[in-house]
Structure formats: structure tokens, C-alpha cells
């Protein structure tokens, strides 16, 4: 393929082109009777022939010379597109005028394109009659299916083109036929809302029963669009209300978990059931609930259909809205807003009532506060293990949460089975705030357990000396300080405690204070299983400090921060002059989740970073090290000859428009030549795919590019797998931000890669969906290289785009985004250009580009994308006035 396009290069005749596009005949014939070898001949970027062009443009003149000079009718583009495909397609008069003459040429009406598509699924999909009708007169198949096995008429279907549709169906086209996952036109239809089109379906007796793969019928395609006028219309022709998916979901769960409560209002009226239980048990009120439809919930309860049901793990819609976090919904649910009270108190099958369940929760306070006030709910229940809520909200650190069951007045001296107080946990725990609010409501530091330990010994044989040190004031007089570390026996208290959430425990025999020798620098294994020091006042904690910076080894406390460091790790925020800057910078837990604790083969638990904070990188990153605006351009550089076609090219427009978006106010550039790889040095990787060295791949970067003079940094990208060593299996990129030279790779991000397809020969079988998943995969690893070459270093504070990653089952580096500490970095970078750089221009960049993605792409299932989507769009409304 790569010596077809060098040839096509070699060839291409930019007069013939021109003329092709503007319909210029006679420079079209100057431009033949020159270079008649340029007839087929592709234009640069190894996309179009003239003919090609000619039938986008709708240049009729042009097309008639080309066609009759012979020029290639079958040629394909970039996308395996025919001319014809274009023509059709487009559906202007003069593009039907070419179409015509390309059929009369005896132009192959049914030729496959780009996804397998006929020229008449184009037509259909664009609402083009004229051209649907002329196809068909010349013998194209109305019933051709493409690659997801969709045929025209489900084109026309899709894009509400009821004219198309009728024609097609009056072409004798089978009205239910389904595609590859089982879907008829008429869930088509509904799934887009459709109404015309559906309308002219059933007309045609398109069937209500058909399913589809996942046993979705077009009810449960109508329930998830909303459309109230679709379901008086699919009841009216006898669609059953109670069908069941795979999943054992009715309509009424469709609309009820997306929360068209019109829609399923209207269902219900018609009767459909609101205690149909799905596979798990959940009725549509338990999913109306998680998901907190509170317009769904209001509906149903004015009908009065919800009642407490309890699904197979004996939880109600009580516990779900709990579990979905959903305040609004529970209001709604207990009855606090003066309406009828559902029963609050219900264990589920593991003994958990929805309070337990909300003292779990990551923020649950204000869930916790909603089921306070409800008189129906006991605060001193106790969960299959004995414990109560109090108990379990101290346990896990949560301080909002303990004050507000104090405050709704929970027992604050209860025990559970081995005599622990909430003291005894949140001192265990070493848990500073959650004790402070335990101490004010008068609990005791001096209450013995079963062990007869107390609150403060606890604290002490776990080293939490700010918590010991808070206690102090209260503890009697026979237990002070340096008795009780001494006496404490190793671990005693770790093995009291059901659960051991909070920080490793100390397993080494003897005090951690050690009484207060200092003798524990040396003992790296000890300084390690010790929590992160809070404050940096007393000489105490300085030898915490010193203990923890002098442990070798790349342990896993070493590189989990708390949340102090994560919030001081973006520096002097207050010094921004711009209150959105200042905004943007600053750390804020309901947009950024700082990092937990690494797992097992996380990046972060393997590799030794040190972090790099705000103040550390503004110290060193200075122009020129920054890019100036003589050195504002980032030059993307396409590495093998992927990149001529494919779906690399459609890939490439992406990259550009992410990494403009991205670093905005920077130029972002692509070498116009790929790189060869012929002179790289390579191996076989597990697939039998050729993989290259990356230390080649750098040199070649560096010697191929030192004439861009306003190249900042150089990337790399390609589609062949890449390695950096003997030592190392592959990598995702790479990048030296001394060089500023980056590389990356889209070989391991692609769908099909573990199948052992080479990524370059992915197109043919990928989904829309798969390819955008991978997009956003490769537009990720791209920005985070990049942000290397700005000097940015991994991420250790929060979910961010820059957290180093081991491969797809990290738990870090979820995240798409820039944390404050690395945003504030980058804006620091790009702050050349202060008239084009800002935080609201740069996020509504962002979006654009992902909004472009999901339009382009068309798949409704894409929820990373939709995530990202609502992220942005809830920040960009978040962010101050400016
Ligand atoms: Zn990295
Ligand atoms: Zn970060």
C-alpha cells in the first residue's frame, strides 16, 4: 500500500485537481493533454482522484471529460468511497446529473464504500430521493446490508427521511428486517425518536414484537428516547407492555431509569406494572429511585404504585436511592417533604438498613442527614456484624457524617461486640477530625474495651500522635503518655477491628513513638507502615519526616500522599490575579478525587515517583524552557506509512483538533512526510506484529525535524507497537522533556489488538463505538506525552490525566483531565500568550472536539465520551464570572 501511495504522490497534477473542484473543463483539458498520466492520479494526501472530486463538487463538466477521457469509475478513496458513493451522497441536480453518467458508464450501482455502505445507504441516509429513485431505476439493490448489517432503510429510518423510506418500502424492502444486533427499523426509529418514520413503519406492519439482541423491543427503544406520543402510538398497535430484555427490564424500566417520567407515566396509565422485578429484583421504582428520577418517583407516587419491594439482595427503593447517592429521590422516598412515609428501617440480607448503607457512601452526609430526619429511622440499629452507624462512619474517617449523627443524636458512648467506641475506631484509624467531633459531643478517651484498651492507648500503639495529642486534655490521670507507649503490645488493637480500612497496621514488635529516642530513621520497613505526618511543628514529627524521606525504597506508602500534601501540592493559589485561574487551580474534591491508596501492579505502586509540585516545577520551568511565542508550535509527526489512509487519517484530524483544544493557544503542526521506519531497529512482539525501538524512533525525530525552528516539542505517533528496552514488554509512549521529543503509539490502545490484529488493518471491523473508544484513547495518551514535553511529570495527587499507568487495569489514570495541580502547571507553560490562553476558552475547546466525536460517530453508547462530556459541561458552569 505504501509504494501505491508514493506513486499516486509522484503523479498527482494540483491543475487537474483545481479544475476537477471548480468545474474549470478547459483547465481540466490543458492539464490532461500535459500529464495524461494524472487521470487517476491521487491529490496529496493519497484521498481523491479528480473524478472523485468532480462527483463531490458536483462539476458536471469535468466528470463528462474525465469520464470519457476513461478515468477509473471504481476508483476508491481514502474511505473506500466510489465517485458514485460521493454523487449519490451529495444529491444536488448536477450531482445527480454525474451519478447519471456514471451508471450509464455502467458504474457498479452497488459497489461497497467506506463501512460496506452501497452509494444507496448514502442516499438514504441524507434524505436524497431523486438519487434513491435513480439508483434503484439502475438496478441497485434496496435491500443491501452494510457492515453492522444495516440497509438503507435503516438509514433513512436513523435520520427521519420519511419520503426514503416510503420509497425503499414500496421497493418491496422487508420492513422488519434486522441488522447485526437485531435491530429493525422500527427500533431505529424509536431509539432516535423518530416519529414520521415510525409512523410510515407501522403502516407498513413493521412488527411491535421484534427484539433485538439484547431482547429490546421498540417499546424499550421509545421508553429510552421519551417520546409520549410513540407510546400512545406503539400501545395503539398492540405493543406489549410487559415485554422483558435480556435483562428481565419492561419499557417501564427503560423510561424509569432514564427518567422520562411523561413517558412512563403514560405507560403506566396504559397499565404497565411498576413491581415487575429485572434479573437483580429491582422493580422500576428501585431504578426511578438510584438513578434519583425524581420526576419518574413523583409520577409514581401520585399514582400511589410505589411500595416497599425489596429486590434480591432484600434491599428497597429506600436503600437504592441511598446506594445512587440521591438525595432528591430520598426525599421523595421517606416522606420528609410531608408525603407519604416509606419504611426506612428495613435490613437487606446482609442486615444492612439504608442508614448502614449511607455511612458507607464516599460523601454521604447530606443522605445521611435526609434519613436522620425521618422519625421512622433508628440510629442505633445494628448491621449483621454488630456494628451501629455511628460506629461505622467513625470507623471510615467520614467527620461530616459522624457530626451529623450526633447532632440528630445518636448514642455517642455505644460499643460494638468487643466493647469499641466510636473513640476507639476514629483513634485507630488515626482519623484527627472524626475525634474532634467524637471529643466535643463528650465522648471518652478513657473507656476501656474488651481488651482493655482505651481510645488513647490505641492512638498511641498506632503512632497517631496528633490524635494521642488531641485527646491529652481528657485523658485520666493513671494513663499518660509514655506509659502507654510502652506498655501497648504490638497490633493488639488491629485485630479488634472488623474491618481494616484505615492505613496498614503497624505489624513491627515495639512503639512506633519509641519513646520518644528518634532512633527510628534507620528503620525504613518501620517508617513506612507509619501514616503520613499531618503537620510539620513539633521535633516529633520531623523525625516521622525524616524517617519517611530516608526509606529507599519505592514503597507504597511512599507514594500515597495525603490530603493535605494533594491540596498544597498546587502551591499559592491566592497569587492567580484571574478569580477563574485562581478558581481552576484551586483543589476542589467534587470535581477532583484525590489519588487512594495504590493497588496491587499499579503503576504507582511499583514505581517510585517522587511528585512534582506546583512551586517545584514554576522554580524550574522558565522560558525558553517554556514555549515562547518563537518556539509556540507542537509538531505532530506521523512515524510509517499508515498514516497516507485509513483510519489513521481519520484518526489525525482528531488529534490535531484535541491538542489545539488542549494546549490552547499553542500551533499544532504535522509533518507533512511520515517517517520511514525501514532503518529502525525492531523485534516481534506476542502477536508476531513488528515492534520498534523507541531510542530510534527519537533519533529519527530529532534529525527529520531540525528545520521546524518553531517547534517547542516533536511527538512521534504511530500505529506500530513500540518498546524501549530489552527489559520491557511495550510501552503506550514515551517521552524525554529534556528533548522535548515525545512517541506514542495507537498499536495497544486498539480494540482489536489482543486478537492479534495489526492496529493499521483495525477499520474493517470496528465498531463505531470501538473506534471512538479508541480515539479518545489515543487523544489522551497523546495530550499526557505532551504534557511531558512541557516539563509536566506524572501525577501523584489526584485521578488526573498525568497519573503514570500500568495498562488498563490501573486504578489510577481513569481520569481525561488535568488536576488543579497539573492544570496550574500548564497554564504556567502557556502563559505566553495570555490573550489566547484562559481556562473557559480551553474547556470549551475541549468539548468541542468531544462533542464533534460523539455527533460524528452517531452511537449512543459511548459513556466514556458522555462522561467526559458532563464533566466539562458541569465544570465549565462551576467556574466563576468573570
Ligand atoms: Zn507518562
Ligand atoms: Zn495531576
Known amino acids: 500500500m505504501g509504494s501505491a501511495c508514493g506513486a499516486a504522490a509522484g503523479n498527482f497534477d494540483r491543475q487537474l485537481h483545481q479544475a476537477a473542484r471548480n468545474d474549470e473543463v478547459n483547465l481540466a483539458k490543458a492539464a490532461l493533454a500535459k500529464k495524461r498520466s494524472s487521470l487517476n492520479s491521487k491529490d496529496l494526501a493519497g484521498l481523491h482522484t479528480a473524478l472523485h472530486i468532480a462527483a463531490y463538487e458536483g462539476s458536471a463538466g469535468v466528470a463528462q471529460l474525465l469520464l470519457d477521457a476513461k478515468a477509473a469509475l471504481g476508483a476508491k478513496d481514502g474511505s473506500r468511497d466510489t465517485p458514485l458513493h460521493l454523487a449519490a451522497y451529495m444529491g444536488q441536480v448536477a450531482h445527480t446529473r454525474i451519478a447519471q453518467l456514471l451508471l450509464t458508464k455502467r458504474a457498479a450501482a452497488d459497489e461497497k464504500g467506506a463501512d460496506d455502505k452501497t452509494a444507496l445507504h448514502l442516499a438514504a441516509r441524507r434524505g436524497q430521493l431523486e438519487?434513491?429513485?435513480?439508483?434503484?431505476?439502475?438496478?441497485?439493490?434496496?435491500?443491501?446490508?452494510?457492515?453492522?448489517?444495516?440497509?438503507?432503510?435503516?438509514?433513512?429510518?436513523?435520520?427521519?427521511?420519511?419520503?426514503v423510506a416510503q420509497e425503499l418500502l414500496r421497493a418491496r424492502v422487508p420492513v422488519d428486517a434486522a441488522s447485526r444486533n437485531g435491530k429493525t427499523a422500527l427500533?431505529?426509529?424509536?431509539?432516535?425518536?423518530?416519529?414520521?418514520?415510525?409512523e410510515v413503519l407501522l403502516q407498513n406492519a413493521a412488527s411491535v414484537n421484534a427484539a433485538d439482541i439484547c431482547g429490546n423491543s421498540p417499546l424499550h427503544e421509545a421508553a429510552r428516547c421519551g417520546r409520549r406520543f410513540l407510546c400512545e402510538r406503539l400501545v395503539s398497535c398492540r405493543a406489549p407492555l410487559e415485554a422483558r430484555n435480556r435483562d428481565q427490564r419492561t419499557p417501564l424500566h427503560a423510561s424509569a431509569a432514564t427518567g422520562n417520567y411523561d413517558f412512563a407515566g403514560t405507560l403506566m396509565q396504559y397499565g404497565a406494572s411498576s413491581d415487575a422485578p429485572d434479573k437483580d429484583?429491582?422493580?422500576?421504582?428501585?431504578?426511578?429511585?438510584?438513578?434519583?428520577?425524581?420526576?419518574v418517583l413523583d409520577v409514581m407516587m401520585q399514582l400511589r404504585v410505589v411500595t416497599l419491594t425489596l429486590n434480591k439482595e432484600g434491599r428497597s427503593p429506600v436503600h437504592r436511592a441511598v446506594q445512587g447517592g440521591r438525595v432528591a429521590a430520598l426525599k421523595l422516598l421517606v416522606g420528609v417533604a410531608g408525603r407519604p412515609t416509606l419504611q426506612t428501617d428495613t435490613p437487606d440480607n446482609q442486615g444492612e438498613t439504608p442508614m448502614h448503607l449511607a455511612t458507607t457512601l464516599g460523601d454521604g452526609h447530606e443522605v445521611v442527614e435526609t434519613l436522620a430526619q425521618n422519625p421512622g429511622t433508628s440510629l442505633e440499629a445494628r448491621r449483621g456484624d454488630g456494628l451501629l452507624p455511628l460506629l461505622l462512619a467513625a470507623l471510615q474517617g467520614k467527620a461530616r457524617t459522624v457530626e451529623c449523627l450526633l447532632r440528630a443524636k445518636?448514642?455517642?458512648?455505644?460499643?460494638?461486640?468487643?466493647?469499641?467506641?466510636?473513640?476507639?475506631?476514629?483513634?485507630?484509624?488515626?482519623?484527627?477530625?472524626?475525634?474532634?467531633?467524637?471529643?466535643?459531643?463528650?465522648a471518652s478517651p478513657n473507656v476501656q474495651n474488651q481488651r482493655n484498651e482505651t481510645p488513647f492507648q490505641v492512638a498511641g500503639t498506632r503512632g497517631y500522635v496528633e490524635v494521642a495529642r488531641a485527646m491529652n486534655p481528657f485523658v485520666s490521670v493513671e494513663s499518660t503518655m509514655p506509659s502507654v507507649v510502652t506498655q501497648a503490645g504490638?497490633?493488639?488493637?488491629?485485630?479488634?477491628?472488623?474491618?481494616?480500612?484505615?492505613?496498614?497496621?503497624?505489624?513491627?514488635?515495639?512503639?512506633?513513638?519509641?519513646?520518644?529516642?528518634?532512633?527510628?530513621?534507620?528503620?525504613?520497613?518501620?517508617?513506612?507502615?507509619?501514616?503520613?505526618?499531618?503537620?510539620?511543628?513539633?521535633?516529633?514529627?520531623?523525625?516521622?519526616?525524616?524517617?519517611?524521606?530516608?526509606s529507599p525504597a519505592a514503597s507504597v506508602t511512599a507514594t500515597f500522599r495525603s490530603i493535605e500534601e494533594c491540596i498544597s501540592a498546587?502551591?499559592?493559589?491566592e497569587e492567580e490575579v484571574d478569580p477563574i485561574t485562581r478558581f481552576a487551580c484551586s483543589p476542589n474534591f467534587e470535581f477532583f478525587k484525590p489519588l487512594g491508596k495504590p493497588r496491587r501492579g499499579d503503576w504507582l505502586a511499583e514505581k517510585k515517583e517522587t511528585g512534582q509540585t506546583y512551586t517545584t516545577y514554576s522554580r524550574r520551568m522558565k522560558p525558553p524552557m517554556t514555549p515562547t511565542k518563537h518556539t509556540d508550535t507542537i509538531l505532530l509527526v506521523p512515524i510509517g506509512h499508515s498514516f497516507s489512509e485509513g483510519i489513521a487519517v481519520k484518526f489525525l484530524s482528531y488529534l490535531i483538533d484535541y491538542?489545539?483544544?488542549?494546549?490552547?493557544?499553542?500551533?499544532?503542526?504535522?509533518?507533512?512526510?511520515?517517517?520511514?521506519?525501514?532503518?529502525?531497529?525492531?523485534?516481534?512482539?506476542?502477536?508476531?506484529?513488528?515492534?520498534?525501538?523507541?531510542a530510534d524512533l527519537f533519533d529519527a525525530l530529532h534529525s527529520e525535524t531540525r528545520s521546524h525552528r518553531k517547534a517547542y516539542c516533536r511527538l512521534g505517533i504511530t500505529m506500530e507497537d513500540i518498546y524501549p528496552g530489552e527489559e520491557w514488554n511495550y510501552v503506550f509512549g514515551q517521552a524525554k522533556p529534556m528533548e522535548r521529543v515525545g512517541v506514542f503509539s495507537f498499536a495497544r490502545h486498539s480494540p482489536f489488538f489482543y486478537n492479534g490484529l495489526h492496529a493499521s488493518q483495525v477499520k474493517e471491523s470496528a465498531s463505531h463505538e470501538q473506534q471512538a473508544v479508541w480515539l479518545r484513547a489515543c487523544m489522551r495518551t497523546m495530550v499526557h506525552e505532551t504534557c511531558h514535553m512541557f516539563g509536566i511529570l506524572h501525577c501523584v495527587y489526584f485521578h488526573c490525566v498525568m497519573n503514570g499507568s500500568n495498562g488498563p487495569h490501573d486504578s489510577a489514570g481513569r481520569s481525561s483531565f488535568m488536576c488543579p495541580v497539573c492544570l496550574r502547571k500548564l497554564l504556567l507553560a502557556l502563559s505566553y500568550a495570555p490573550a489566547v490562553?484562559?481556562?473557559?476558552?480551553?474547556?470549551?475547546?475541549?468539548?468541542?472536539?468531544?462533542e464533534r466525536l460523539l455527533a460524528d460517530f452517531a452511537d449512543p453508547s459511548m459513556e466514556e465520551v458522555m462522561s467526559d462530556i458532563s464533566w466539562l459541561q458541569k465544570r465549565i458552569s462551576s467556574l466563576p464570572a468573570s
Open 659 to 694: 491538542c489545539t483544544a488542549f494546549f490552547v493557544g499553542m500551533t499544532v503542526d504535522v509533518l507533512d512526510k511520515p517517517l520511514s521506519l525501514a532503518k529502525m531497529r525492531k523485534r516481534m512482539n506476542d502477536f508476531m506484529h513488528e515492534q520498534y525501538l523507541i
Open 187 to 198: 427500533h431505529v426509529a424509536c431509539t432516535w425518536g423518530q416519529e414520521a418514520v415510525v
Open 410 to 442: 445518636a448514642q455517642v458512648q455505644a460499643v460494638d461486640s468487643s466493647g469499641n467506641t466510636a473513640l476507639h475506631f476514629a483513634a485507630g484509624g488515626g482519623h484527627l477530625s472524626v475525634v474532634h467531633a467524637l471529643l466535643t459531643r463528650q
Open 570 to 573: 498546587a502551591g499559592k493559589v
Open 490 to 550: 504490638p497490633g493488639a488493637f488491629a485485630q479488634t477491628l472488623p474491618y481494616p480500612t484505615y492505613p496498614a497496621p503497624v505489624t513491627l514488635p515495639g512503639m512506633a513513638l519509641a519513646g520518644g529516642t528518634g532512633s527510628f530513621s534507620s528503620d525504613t520497613a518501620r517508617a513506612r507502615s507509619l501514616p503520613p505526618p499531618r503537620t510539620g511543628k513539633e521535633p516529633l514529627m520531623s523525625l516521622l519526616r525524616r524517617g519517611q524521606a530516608a
Open 131 to 163: 438519487a434513491v429513485q435513480q439508483l434503484m431505476g439502475q438496478g441497485a439493490q434496496p435491500a443491501a446490508a452494510d457492515k453492522e448489517g444495516d440497509l438503507p432503510l435503516h438509514e433513512a429510518a436513523r435520520n427521519g427521511h420519511v419520503a
Open 281 to 295: 429484583g429491582d422493580t422500576p421504582v428501585h431504578l426511578a429511585a438510584f438513578y434519583g428520577r425524581t420526576g
Open 837 to 850: 490562553t484562559g481556562v473557559l476558552p480551553r474547556y470549551q475547546a475541549i468539548l468541542q472536539v468531544l
